[in-house]
């Protein structure tokens, strides 16, 4: 285990040093959206009985961050250590695939639940938030990060420059994000953009992790959580065959 303690401290420390960057940034991006579509929106839109468009707002804010971040985490990981050919150090050591799967993953769960906790801290003075189901609201968190710092270490490890990577996050990520019900609920999209949002994984990890807050949600939580793990499950599995076979990484 010691390689895999060493990946893993190797990898938090590395967003942790550029904290600035890594984790307060994110969190006033997040702290200028709830004020921009919060007072916009507020006296406008009520999504749920009883709930304030603010309340609303701030959970999907907080799970976007966390996906963000975690997606972030590895993929930049990786790709830094291509370009600048430290790479090999990490490959030269007698980790498995499974410890070096395991030790950026995880490492990116740390930082989107870092900066989720940030997100959340500096917007929940706005509203009043309920805490229906605590459960799910931590099972979603550790979920969608994992998800998503899964996906990253794929983008990783297939991207052989920046603007690779970049493409990846401009033309997948920041869509899949912003089309997830972040902003509204998918009942009130036209009918193909309602069915669109239903093959979106990330609809079904914010849906769910705001359900744990009111209890109420577009979708039965137990189907969310279903679809999530099998996304999860199957990114993992690629991410695994990825690093076990080298691709992209020892040639």
Do not use: C
């Not at 790479?87 to 030790?103: A, Q």
């Not at 970049?166 to 997948?172: D, K, S, V, Y």
């Not at 979708?219 to 969310?224: A, G, I, Q």
Request: aromatic share 18%.
């Amino acid at each position: 285990m010691m390689g895999f303690q060493t990946l893993f401290y190797k990898e938090v420390l590395r967003f942790w040093k550029v904290a600035t960057q890594t984790i307060t940034a994110p969190v006033l991006t997040a702290m200028l959206y709830l004020l921009i579509f919060g007072h916009v929106l507020e006296s406008h839109v009520q999504v749920y009985p009883g709930v304030r468009y603010t309340a609303f707002l701030i959970p999907g804010l907080v799970m976007m961050s966390v996906l963000q971040n975690a997606f972030a985490n590895t993929s930049s990981s990786l790709i830094q250590s291509k370009i600048t050919g430290n790479l090999v150090f990490v490959l030269l050591t007698p980790l498995s695939h499974w410890e070096l799967f395991f030790g950026y993953v995880l490492a990116a769960i740390v930082r989107g639940l870092a900066v989720g906790l940030g997100v959340f801290v500096v917007t929940a003075w706005f509203a009043d938030l309920a805490f229906v189901s605590p459960l799910w609201i931590a099972l979603f968190a550790l979920l969608g990060a994992a998800m998503l710092g899964t996906m990253g270490l794929i983008a990783g490890i297939w991207a052989e420059k920046f603007d690779q990577l970049a493409a990846f996050q401009n033309f997948l990520i920041m869509p899949a994000t912003f089309l997830s019900g972040v902003f509204y609920s998918i009942h009130s999209l036209p009918p193909f953009w309602h069915a669109v949002s239903r093959f979106n994984p990330f609809f079904y990890m914010i849906d769910g992790f705001r359900y744990g807050f009111f209890g109420q949600s577009d979708v039965n939580p137990v189907t969310s959580l279903f679809i999530v793990t099998g996304f999860f499950i199957l990114l993992a599995g690629i991410a695994l065959r990825m690093l076990k076979n080298g691709y992209k990484l020892r040639n």
